[in-house]
């Protein structure tokens, strides 16, 4: 079974930066795409940006020039560095491939981001 646990979530004033990262195990991490994605209360989950096994990115509008995502295969990890946050990134931010983001189970606990004014 894939296990996801994300970390690096906290509270943070507008115009500061976080750092999150996704550590993934079960699998064989490097073959697949990997997505961050969030979710505020009352909201739909939105794909935040996404890495491709090969290291190509991109990027939903909202965020594009402010985040950045990257990966380390050889760690398992996947990494959202985020800068220059607004209160409306405010949301809980989850990491899943997108293969398998249809699936409830297949989502981790997230971490909390909270960006006050």
């Known amino acids: 079974q894939v296990q996801l646990v994300e970390s690096g979530g906290g509270l943070v004033q507008a115009g500061g930066s976080l750092r999150l990262s996704c550590a993934a195990s079960?699998?064989?991490?490097?073959?697949?795409?990997m997505g961050w994605y969030r979710q505020a209360p009352g909201k739909q989950r939105e794909l935040v940006a996404v890495?491709?096994?090969?290291?190509?990115?991109n990027y939903a509008d909202f965020v594009k020039g402010r985040f950045t995502i990257s990966r380390d295969n050889a760690k398992n990890t996947v990494y959202l560095q985020m800068n220059s946050l607004k209160p409306e990134d405010t949301a809980v931010y989850y990491c899943?491939?997108?293969?398998?983001?249809?699936?409830?189970?297949?989502w981790g606990q997230g971490t909390q981001v909270t960006v006050s004014s």
């Open positions: 899943n491939t997108p293969s398998r983001s249809g699936i409830s189970t297949s």
């Open positions: 079960g699998t064989i991490f490097g073959f697949n795409a």
């Open positions: 890495i491709s096994s090969g290291g190509s990115t």
